[in-house]
């Protein structure tokens, strides 16, 4: 069942957005949706590097939902900044001290902070330990450190790695 099917939640989610893509709700485009979403991750399997597994899906919905409201709410901030006073920005780069083992949690974790309007992960250290990150505008250290190890790793850390 595994060879014929192998990523039943990434098919569901590639159909899904295939439907919002479309804007519709038509039968023929929900079976091509739902074939295009079963046929990608067939075809593309051999190049995923480890067998994704999600430990806690709940907890994902959950993190997807946190995501969603700090990109809203971010896009405000950056705004403000923005609009404001440009001058006054203080922007910085920060390396975050990594506890993901998984390439797809850390690969998570990066994507999910260049999706924060104003922060993008820089770089990964070679030995997979830190992630260098920019921030637009950062007056503590510590607290974008926490934030993103609280905020973003640990749930990431639940979701796809073995507690």
Known sequence: MRRLLPHPLLTLTLAGIWLLLVNSLHPGQIVLGLLLGWMIPLITTQFWPEEVR?????????????????????????ARLILGRPSNLKPAFVSIPLELKSDLAISFLANVISLTPGTVSARLSDDRSYLLVHALHLNNTDELVTTIKFRYEKPLKEIFEQC
């Open 54 to 78: 999600i430990h806690h899906p709940v907890r994902l919905l959950h993190f997807i939902c946190i995501i969603l409201i700090d990109i809203i709410l971010a896009n405000f901030t950056v």
